[in-house]
């Protein structure tokens, strides 16, 4: 196949404001009957807005001038739904770095944010080849088009001329148009989702009219699980199948589909996604296998099917999948292979792999823990997490969110979504592998260069709590649901066993809790009232993070009974509490525990559940005091950097690291006699831009003591950093001014983690042995700048799926 004369990472698959997919590519001189298409479906006076003119057809020429451009100083991107050109948007430069934009969008297709789309892209594309400024003239009555560049968080200017209002505006990003960005594409990626998980028709394609099939077992879950809105099966020859009416395609239907479920054999798949493509099903669940997890020839035909539902708006899960469920009362979808509903719950999950989807599901019922939703991707060809993350963030049925993922597809967006979800919805991930996650089949996969510690500590960073096993997940989701987080880090424990106790006493410290003294103990016989009592004092006491009760039963009473009796009086203590409270039990009951308190049967869980709830405490605090620390906006011009690929000198080095910060930066090769910390600037495969600090040690060297985190940080976050290393106080050690020495190494940090942006053409900067002077310079021992063309890479300032 021929590669296109454009760059690969213009095309993208965005999600309109109502979450429906269109696919976004430049123009090419093929598309000239499909534009003509377009232009003849424009009302006439959406011609006149775009043109100031009657304009009833398009000539030769005009095919030849708008579908005829050099991707460089003309630019056009053309969406695509279903195969028909529904929008174009292009900018002219006119020199001096500048350039008019402009775009028109089918009529049905106005006011879903397609137009914000194009801006966001076009601007994208225009930084690339050097355009920094966008104008555009704009009818007075052409209100959707001012307010689209109003509202896209750019700084824009606007005056009257004559008949027209001509706009203005730097299309550098903004922190206001990032935000813009952001919250538009959260709002239709959520209601993507929101759609498949609450959908009001469902059909199944490949049910059997005998049970003993998938297909069969998936129509039998839907209907056995209760789902409230419409069911119907496609099959070719009969009417009815279980008592749910069947239809001979999804075409055949007659009315909107919002889901169907698709488990025939794999080379049957790609008729059924252009059938339902035909009757403008919103999405599919792929159930069936034979696809990028049997080899080479499956993963192309997993190509196709992605090709498929980006070109005609559809979105996918799976194909491989176990499916989606919703426990929501009102909703009862249960379109999975999965044989009974879940219990009611507030966990949202996703997962990858059917067979354990499955099994963690079982082990979830085991432990007590409901769920609200639940998407297992299978190969998550095109939903995947960072989709549900979305959606559950504003899903009021979820309080918490918890991952087993094998890979992640687009690591620094999955990172940014989780940092803003996990300030409100504690984020939970079993780990399943290595950097980058373990390579099942069925996925391209991109692991990190920089190995497992420091993607550990940058999905940390990002407010992600990380753990080895599912049943540790499972437990931190039974603390933290219907309770508030632990402030602190002390635990008061209210216990009828001495042994017990003990051993929870010496669990806290090897936790990083801590115990609150005095211990509470009680005899076996006593009342559970007095356990009420004492557990309701102390999660009123600022001192106490957490609660932990231990009960054994009495021997001349049955475990059970007595068990339930003092789970209910815990229960009692009230949803007012500010502490978290956790019981340990000989045996734990079955059923639903009373009043959703968390029990344990083993000490050492509790205990290091209650930990990871408090990690997340400490983490959210952490995080706040980063964000109300904001540094001084730059104000300095882009940086430019000598052609590449290339490694610079250590003074040209120093000049261009010194012009795109705020510290001055000078080599000095016989700097010694102070410790300094080692500093760099990474591309990352998986994450991007990294920036790491080390001290400059040996010892530290040899213990991995270094701290990884996403570039650009705050200089707050470069304090972090600092302050999260071992060795820390080697940097200011015989210093009396420690606190100016960590400020300026700190500003030195920040300021190389923007060289990416600030001196585009950068790929990789590491500075040794940094000092701070008295005087507020830097000094290094060692410089070290690569310059050169990175890798193409699709800007995280336009959304894309």
Not at 285 to 300: A, C, K, R, T
Request: proline share 5%; aromatic share 4%; glycine share 8%.
């Amino acid at each position: 196949m021929e590669r296109p004369a454009y760059p690969l990472e213009w095309e993208a698959d965005v999600l309109l404001r109502d979450g429906h997919p269109v696919h976004l590519r430049p123009i090419t001189p093929d598309d000239g009957e499909a534009l003509r298409e377009f232009h003849g479906r424009l009302s006439a006076q959406t011609v006149y807005f775009r043109f100031f003119s009657t304009k009833p057809r398009l000539t030769d020429a005009d095919v030849e001038y708008f579908t005829r451009v050099d991707h460089r100083s003309r630019v056009a991107l053309i969406a695509l739904e279903r195969d028909s050109i529904v929008g174009v948007g292009r900018f002219d430069a006119i020199g001096d770095g500048t350039a008019e934009v402009a775009f028109i969008i089918r009529d049905d297709m106005q006011g879903r944010g397609l137009g914000s789309v194009f801006l966001e892209h076009l601007a994208a594309a225009a930084r690339e080849v050097g355009v920094r400024r966008f104008l555009a003239e704009v009818l007075p009555e052409n209100s959707r088009m001012l307010a689209t560049f109003r509202e896209a968080g750019y700084e824009v200017q606007q005056r009257r001329e004559e008949d027209v209002v001509a706009v203005g505006f730097d299309i550098e990003p903004t922190a206001a148009s990032v935000s813009v960005m952001e919250a538009r594409e959260h709002r239709s990626e959520a209601r993507s989702m929101e759609r498949m998980l609450s959908p009001e028709c469902v059909a199944v394609v490949g049910a059997s009219r005998t049970s003993g099939g998938l297909g069969h077992a998936v129509l039998t879950h839907l209907a056995d699980g209760g789902f409230t809105g419409q069911l119907i099966a496609v099959h070719p020859e009969v009417d009815e199948i279980a008592g749910v009416p069947c239809v001979r395609s999804l075409a055949a239907a007659q009315r909107p589909i919002d889901l169907a479920v698709v488990v025939v054999p794999a080379a049957q798949v790609p008729a059924v996604l252009q059938d339902a493509a035909a009757a403008g099903v919103h999405g599919l669940v792929v159930v069936s296998g034979g696809f990028g997890d049997s080899g080479p020839q499956g993963l192309d035909l997993q190509r196709e099917l992605v090709a498929t539902v980006n070109r005609t708006g559809m979105r996918l899960v799976g194909p491989n999948a176990l499916g989606i469920l919703n426990t929501d009362p009102a909703v009862r979808l249960n379109a999975s292979l999965v044989p009974r509903m879940p219990a009611i719950g507030s966990a949202g999950f996703f997962c990858q792999s059917g067979a354990l989807g499955s099994s963690i599901l079982d082990r979830f019922a085991a432990k007590g823990l409901g769920v609200s939703s639940v998407v297992s991707a299978g190969n998550r060809a095109d939903v995947s997490g960072n989709d549900l993350l979305q959606f559950w963030e504003e899903d009021p049925r979820t309080e918490v969110v918890l991952l087993h993922l094998e890979t992640i597809g687009n690591a620094r967006k999955f990172a940014r979504l989780v940092h803003r979800l996990a300030k409100t919805k504690p984020v939970v991930m079993v780990r399943a592998g290595g950097a980058g996650l373990r390579h099942p089949l069925g996925h391209a996969v991109v692991s990190s260069s920089l190995g497992q510690h420091a993607v550990d500590q940058i999905l940390a960073d990002c407010g992600l709590v990380v753990v080895e096993g599912v049943d540790r997940m499972i437990d931190v989701a039974r603390v933290v649901v219907g309770q508030p987080l632990p402030a602190s880090p002390g635990v008061a424990i209210v216990s009828n066993s001495d042994a017990l106790s003990a051993l929870a006493a010496n669990a806290l410290v090897a936790h990083g809790l801590e115990l609150v003294e005095p211990l509470v103990a009680f005899a076996r016989e006593e009342s559970p009232t007095a356990y009420t009592e004492a557990i309701r004092m102390r999660e009123h006491d600022p001192s106490v993070g957490a609660v932990l009760a231990i009960y054994v039963p009495p021997i001349e009473e049955p475990a059970e009974e007595a068990i339930r009796r003092t789970l209910r009086s815990c229960a009692d203590c009230g949803e007012d509490r500010h502490a978290p409270v956790v019981a340990v039990m000989a045996a734990r009951p079955g059923g639903e525990e009373p009043g959703g308190l968390p029990v344990f049967a083993d000490v050492e869980d509790a205990v290091r559940a209650l930990a990871d709830a408090h990690a997340i405490s400490v983490w959210r605090a952490a995080d706040a005091r980063r964000s109300s620390a904001t540094d001084e906006p730059w104000s300095g011009d882009l940086v430019e950097v000598p052609a590449g690929p290339g490694v610079l000198t250590a003074d040209d080095a120093a000049h261009i690291v010194t012009r795109a910060g705020a510290t001055r930066i000078v080599c000095d090769l016989d700097a010694s006699g102070v410790v300094g910390c080692d500093i760099r600037l990474v591309d990352d495969p998986l994450f991007g831009a990294v920036v790491t600090v080390a001290v400059d040690d040996e010892v530290a060297d040899l213990l991995g003591d270094r701290e990884h985190r996403l570039a650009p940080v705050t200089c707050a976050g470069a304090l972090d950093m600092i302050s999260s290393l071992r060795a820390s106080a080697l940097l200011t050690r015989g210093s009396d001014h420690a606190d100016s020495v960590l400020e300026g190494l700190a500003r030195a940090i920040s300021d190389v983690s923007h060289l990416h942006q600030r001196a585009p053409g950068v790929r990789e900067a590491t500075l040794r042995h940094a000092t701070r002077r008295a005087s507020g310079d830097v000094t290094v021992g060692e410089i070290t700048v690569v310059v050169g063309q990175t890798a193409a890479a699709a800007d995280p300032t336009a959304r894309r799926l």
